[in-house]
């Protein structure tokens, strides 16, 4: 069987080249040579390897227009089986997300600033980069607005991203070295990033979910625990109970888009207002308190890319999470008073405790995390929370 082409520089044998496109003129028109390598591969597979700057869904999308020729004859098959030698022209097509984005002039909530970083407190509501018919409106225009150098840099120097209805602490960097140093420090997990997050169900112990991400199989707008996805890492320990949900903590030693959310419904307790992940139990009786996920970024923490100095930042949870967190209580308390307690004790102790989530064994939490570093970049959908 054929295995999965991956996607990476031009080998040696295929030749590339730039030239006018006559059809397109204000697109670049790229043509190479099939390597023989990949005899038997289709289309839109050696396409995907040759041109790794473009995802194989774009590519498929401008062979089905007619914007690829094969041997200069123009093929809308992205099937098509390749022999070895032929020679490809590609005519891209604009693509608006490559456009300049536009500086706006937008409120930041700003936490720290100097020459090399920036740290944010984002609302909900916001959206921190341009895509997915959001071009405008976003962090990064305001970014743009605030510190126009940052055009200069990739992503206007966002090294990580939160969900649209996320909450919470944000890092940026100002300049290539600083950017550069953070992506590194994520990398290595040395970057702190805690959540608070209100969950349905009583959770009675700390634990870890360790299982792998990856797009869900049916619902392609989702990510879901799969076999085949990437390695995800998520530790938790439990604040305070409620009736019927529990206020956590969760850190992150991976990376992955929309991690908490689902490895917390994973294991049977999603996020209370989550309009993906919790179903029919996404809309509560605190909906008109609480229309999002439950999710804050509460604490941040990082060496200075420039000094090398241990720095750490904290966000107070926001007026709609702290209104549900108090109902939560009074709700408890006319119950008896005793559907609502803290969890942890005065040391800040809690009970570890090792579970399983299909034939993965989930480890124990890490204890001491407030002191542990964790984090993770990923590069497509920046560990979105």
Not at 51 to 64: F, G, K, M, N
Not at 167 to 188: D, F, I, N, P, Y
Not at 256 to 274: N, S, Y
Request: glycine share 8%; net charge positive.
């Amino acid at each position: 069987m054929m295995g999965k082409p991956e996607k990476m520089e031009a080998p040696a044998g295929a030749t590339r080249r730039v030239t006018e496109a006559p059809d397109y003129s204000a697109n670049a028109r790229v043509a190479f040579s099939v390597p023989v390598e990949c005899a038997g591969w289709r289309l839109d597979q050696v396409l995907a390897r040759l041109l790794a700057d473009h995802s194989r869904s774009r590519l498929q999308t401008w062979v089905r227009a007619g914007r690829v020729a094969v041997a200069g004859v123009p093929t809308v098959e992205p099937r098509r089986k390749l022999w070895g030698g032929e020679l490809i022209e590609l005519a891209e097509a604009p693509d608006e997300r490559r456009a300049p984005a536009t500086p706006e002039n937008m409120p930041l909530r700003i936490v720290f600033e100097d020459d090399s970083l920036l740290v944010l407190d984002k609302p909900p509501g916001l959206v921190v980069h341009p895509g997915n018919g959001n071009w405008q409106g976003t962090l990064l225009n305001a970014l743009l607005h605030h510190a126009p150098q940052l055009d200069l840099l990739p992503r206007a120097g966002i090294v990580h991203r939160l969900d649209k209805d996320t909450s919470g602490l944000l890092v940026v960097a100002k300049t290539l070295e600083a950017q550069t140093h953070l992506v590194r420090q994520l990398q290595a997990r040395s970057v702190q990033r805690l959540y608070r997050a209100l969950v349905h169900g009583v959770l009675r112990q700390a634990g870890t979910v360790d299982a792998p991400i990856g797009r869900h199989p049916a619902v392609r707008t989702r990510m879901a625990v799969v076999s085949s996805g990437k390695p995800a890492r998520t530790a938790y320990r439990v604040l305070e109970h409620f009736l019927a949900c529990s206020l956590i903590e969760c850190a992150l030693e991976t990376g992955r888009t929309h991690q908490i959310r689902v490895h917390m419904t994973a294991i049977g307790h999603p996020l209370i207002g989550d309009p993906v992940y919790a179903g029919s139990r996404g809309r509560t009786s605190l909906h008109s308190l609480l229309p999002r996920q439950a999710l804050h970024a509460w604490r941040l923490a990082l060496s200075h890319p420039q000094h090398g100095k241990a720095m750490a930042w904290t966000s107070d949870l926001p007026d709609d999470l702290l209104a549900v967190i108090e109902r939560l209580r009074r709700q408890a308390t006319a119950a008896g008073g005793h559907g609502a307690r803290r969890a942890l004790s005065a040391g800040g102790e809690t009970e570890l405790a090792a579970c399983r989530l299909g034939s993965r064994a989930l480890a124990p939490a890490l204890a001491g995390a407030e002191e542990d570093g964790v984090g993770g970049w990923e590069d497509e959908e920046s560990g979105d929370q």
